[in-house]
């Protein structure tokens, strides 16, 4: 058990990636909060995770200041304090530069930057108040590294993650809190499901090409990674001990990106 009463919060874990990190966060022993925008399945995800002893679901919108310190207070107060962030609540919007409206850029920065930006500043008040350190990990991307067509405002903002990740691993380190950025290949999650017949359809190719030949072209072995993959990852930065793993990111693609 490698998070023994180590206490986490999980952004947009009521599906795919974060809802895998939740689970494994769970198997090793943490009490878990579920943030998503989707009350529903943020109350389900916690139920399906083992109830109220081990996850609580909390409805939040990680652009709203008010909800995203009002479900933190919650995490202290339910389960006593709080260790781990995982900022991993996103969305994805295909459009070229040209076409993209203004709104959807906006709400692209908002969800991935402001709510990093939100949720980490909550986080740290309590942490340095407690005096016991912790862990922040952001969801990065291939695109905090690489850019692909149609993609503008999600490879800006998960560019982005890595200046935050490393300011907050220079201020935090007094505290013993770390910063990390996990940067996951494609990995078969409602949103990867909804952009395969978008990016087909702006193309003008077959959604077998996206997945062939844009989305798995440059892996060492035409295979997806998986939220197990993207976990065990998380995992790991949330258990390191030390100061001496903060500032980094760590690419988990299948060879996409090497560095
Ligand atoms: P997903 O669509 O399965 O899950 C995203 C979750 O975020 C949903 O439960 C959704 O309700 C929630 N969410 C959306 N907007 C929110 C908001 N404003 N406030 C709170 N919750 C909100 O997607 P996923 O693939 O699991 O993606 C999770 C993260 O991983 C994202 O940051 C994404 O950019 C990143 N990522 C995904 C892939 C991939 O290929 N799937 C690759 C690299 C990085």
Redesign the pocket.
Same mark, same amino acid.
């Given at each position: 058990m490698r998070l023994k009463d180590k206490v986490a919060l999980v952004?947009?874990?009521?599906? $795919? /990636?974060?809802?895998?990190i939740a689970r494994t966060f769970v198997a090793e022993g943490a009490k878990v909060v579920i943030?998503?925008?989707?009350a529903q399945?943020?109350q389900a995800t916690a139920a399906e995770l083992g109830g109220p002893a081990k996850a609580l679901g909390v409805a939040?919108?990680?652009?709203?200041e008010a909800a995203v310190d009002a479900g933190m207070e919650q995490t202290v107060q339910t389960f006593g304090k709080i260790d781990i962030l995982v900022s991993?609540? $996103? /969305?994805?919007t295909i459009a070229a530069v040209d076409e993209l409206e203004l709104a959807k850029w906006k709400q692209m920065l908002?969800?991935?930057l402001d709510?990093a930006f939100l949720t980490t500043r909550a986080a740290l008040r309590h942490m340095y108040r407690q005096g016991t350190g912790g862990s922040i990990i952001y969801?990065?991307?291939?695109?905090s590294k690489e850019a692909s067509m149609l993609k503008a405002p999600?490879v800006t903002a998960?560019h982005g993650l890595i200046g935050l990740a490393k300011v907050v691993a220079k201020e935090g380190a007094k505290h013993g809190v770390r910063a990390n950025v996990?940067?996951?290949?494609?990995?078969?999650?409602?949103?990867?499901d909804?952009q395969i017949p978008e990016q087909a359809k702006e193309f003008g190719i077959s959604e077998e090409d996206v997945i062939k030949k844009i989305m798995l072209k440059d892996t060492v072995d035409g295979e997806?990674?998986t939220?197990q993959d993207?976990a065990q990852a998380a995992l790991f930065f949330a258990a390191f001990e030390t100061n001496a793993l903060t500032g980094q990111s760590l690419v988990v693609s299948h060879g996409w990106f090497m560095q």
């Open positions: 952004t947009g874990a009521a599906s $795919g /990636i974060g809802k895998e943030a998503d925008l989707n399945g943020a939040m919108d990680v652009t709203d991993n609540a $996103g /969305i994805q908002a969800i991935h709510g969801m990065g991307s291939v695109h999600y998960k996990i940067c996951p290949g494609f990995v078969r999650t409602p949103l990867v909804k997806f990674t939220t993207v």
